[in-house]
């Protein structure tokens, strides 16, 4: 069974930074695409950003390209999300999410496994 946690989430001042943090168990982690997505209340799910199996293939959501950058371990079995230059619109529960096949992609549904969320809210 393939589990994701993510952690790193919290409470910022517009301009700040955080760093989220997805620990993927119960898979071959090195063979997913992996997928950082987020939402807001009232809103649908979001691509944020995504990283192939070999971290060549980086794809980012036009809001966020420029102040995100997604990054992997394999060794680790663990993808992060650093997020710098925080906006009060960036607010969201931000979900990591990994597919069993290639390629890199913004599509929820291309996603087979799910991570909880961690709540992430930049105050203005």
């Known amino acids: 069974q393939v589990q994701l946690v993510e952690s790193g989430g919290g409470l910022v001042q517009a301009g700040g930074h955080l760093r989220l943090s997805c620990v993927v168990s119960?898979?071959?982690?090195?063979?997913?695409?992996m997928g950082w997505f987020r939402q807001a209340p009232g809103k649908e799910r979001e691509f944020v950003a995504a990283?192939?199996?070999?971290?060549?293939?980086?794809l980012y959501a036009a809001s966020v390209k420029g102040r995100f950058t997604i990054s992997r371990d394999n060794a680790k079995n663990t993808v992060w999300l650093q997020m710098n230059s925080l906006k009060p619109e960036d607010t969201g529960n931000y979900y990591c999410?990994?597919?069993?096949?290639?390629?890199?992609?913004?599509?929820?549904?291309?996603?087979?496994?799910w991570g909880q969320g961690t709540q992430v809210t930049v105050s203005s």
């Open positions: 990283i192939g199996w070999s971290a060549e293939n980086l």
């Open positions: 119960g898979g071959a982690f090195d063979m997913y695409g």
């Open positions: 999410a990994a597919r069993d096949a290639p390629g890199t992609f913004g599509i929820v549904s291309y996603y087979k496994f």
